[in-house]
């Protein structure tokens, strides 16, 4: 859709979307801001790859992080992951600056979470997260 629309900043998805396809913002390198709503229940392979986000909030119904999803996003530092993900893809994280992580649920699901992603062993995970609480912590 918007792939390598590099004047790209930002962008606010409407309550209206329930999907966003693949690289549908991948290589918008001057993408900073994104702010995807609840009503997002699928997000495509790579669709941020690239990008300039600094943080991030998942929708709470997303269950699944796709493979690439945020592949070298170097400014990415801070993300809430809801306690419906069950599934992390390969790369969705590799190359990014994450620093924190804001997770839904508990300790003992987050490392059940991310038990094959050496890359977020790296992270500050803070269990028992809101998206409220993420949002102001972010």
């Known amino acids: 859709a918007f792939s390598q629309c ?39 392979k790579a669709a941020f790859e690239g990008t300039g986000i600094t943080k991030v909030v998942l929708p709470e119904r997303l269950t699944d992080i796709a493979e690439k999803m945020f592949l070298e996003c170097r400014k990415l530092e801070s993300i809430y992951i809801p306690k419906a993900v069950q599934t ?11 620093r924190d992580v804001y997770y839904g649920g508990n300790e003992e699901q987050w490392k059940q979470l991310v038990r094959d992603h050496e890359e977020l062993n790296y992270i500050t995970p803070h269990y028992n997260s809101s998206a409220l609480l993420a949002t102001l912590s972010l």
């Open 6 to 44: 590099v004047s790209l900043t930002n962008v606010i998805i409407p309550d209206s979307v329930i999907s966003i396809g693949e690289r549908s913002f991948s290589h918008c390198a001057g993408l900073t801001e994104i702010n995807i709503p609840d009503s997002v229940t699928h997000i495509g």
């Open 88 to 98: 992390i893809g390969k790369e969705a994280f590799k190359d990014c600056s994450l």
